[in-house]
């Protein structure tokens, strides 16, 4: 919210027909600490991700508190959750091994999920993922135990494999074992992480122009006069996008936790 | 004129993110496209084709997403 005031402060609602922020960082960057615990500084970000992680952790609490027969209509949306996490995932892609790493992918399917939905959730209306530390720290978790899962069920041959794969003829395989090896030790991690933070920043950047553009050129009503209709369609295509903001919160966090799937299911099933 | 190198670098990032925007969004037309086919002529396989179908868009909307980064960093 002091964003958008910010905003409005500096936006020229005379002259111009879109208000942008002169520097896109300060919608992502939130260097006020809020309050501090020793050498701990919480800032915005900070909260909202202590925030994710409680609410995760309270939805799994009183969605499982009383396991009934017949559960209670929260109860039976956390089940059809992890239900979908478990056999729609996990054992989809993996198959009967992926019982293992079902913990994993449920918590980063949550968390993500709920990160995301605090982009159209109204007062926090901040994606905590939309900053590069948490979709990179998440990626490289994925990517450290598809890593480990590699080397420890296929010792030393994991990388062999890799570099010199058998099945392709001779004459290419130093070309196939070297774009095999770079995508697999540093596009994985990196587009896995790049995937989900631009998509929130898109989303997030899109959502602030669009309603804020609306609100503030509809409440300069007095000021400009007529010209602060340019503000209903804005504000009409903000509410659209909102909406498709709320699809894609659910998507990337879907996919996300979908590929770190296969990625270990590549891992554990390593025959090149 | 002069002090608008800003100005034209940002016009020259926009043109590359453009560029990059036109290659996934022909690839995701295409693995869309199919999988529509390939769910129209066996709808009992729809499952498992969305997921793939998921996957595929995945992998191709990387580009345009580093492209997106990229013109925020230039």
């Not at chain 2, 670098?9 to 199919?34: H, Q, R, T």
């Amino acid at each position: 919210m002091d964003q958008l005031i910010l905003a409005s402060e500096e936006c020229d609602v005379v002259n111009e027909v879109i208000c942008a922020p002169a520097d896109v960082k300060e919608l992502f960057e939130f260097t006020d600490v809020i309050f501090s615990i020793g050498p701990l500084g919480f800032t915005r970000t900070i909260i909202l991700f202590f925030l994710a992680a409680f609410v995760v952790v309270g939805l799994l609490y009183f969605g499982l508190r009383k396991r009934r027969m017949v559960p209670s209509k929260f109860g039976v949306v956390i089940e059809s959750l992890l239900d979908f996490v478990k056999n729609g995932i996990a054992k989809d892609i993996i198959g009967p091994e992926g019982a293992r790493y079902v913990p994993y992918l449920t918590a980063i399917f949550l968390f993500i999920l709920v990160g995301n939905l605090f982009e159209v959730t109204p007062l926090i209306n901040f994606p905590i993922t939309s900053r590069m530390a948490i979709p990179a720290f998440l990626a490289i978790v994925t990517y450290v135990i598809f890593v480990f899962i590699g080397f420890g069920r296929n010792k030393f041959r994991y990388l062999l494999d890799t570099v010199w794969p058998k099945h392709v003829p001779i004459g290419l395989r130093w070309l196939v074992g070297l774009i095999e090896l770079v995508s697999i030790f540093l596009l994985r991690p990196f587009t896995l992480a790049v995937r989900l933070f631009a998509n929130m920043v898109a989303g997030h950047l899109m959502l602030t122009l669009l309603l804020g553009s609306g609100v503030i050129f509809l409440s300069a009503f007095p000021e400009i006069g007529l010209k602060a209709l340019v503000g209903i369609p804005w504000f009409a295509l903000g509410l659209g996008i909102y909406l498709f903001e709320i699809v894609v919160s659910v998507l990337q966090a879907y996919i996300f936790t979908l590929l770190s799937a296969v990625y270990i299911q590549s891992s554990v099933h390593f025959e090149h | 004129m002069e002090g608008n190198i800003e100005v034209l670098k940002g016009a020259i990032a926009l043109i590359g993110y453009g560029l990059a925007a036109v290659g996934p969004g022909v690839g995701i037309g295409i693995v869309v496209g199919n999988a529509i086919t390939a769910m129209a002529r066996q709808p009992e396989m729809a499952g498992t084709i969305r997921t793939t179908m998921f996957l595929g868009i995945a992998f191709t909307e990387a580009l345009a997403l580093i492209g997106f980064v990229l013109f925020f960093i230039a």
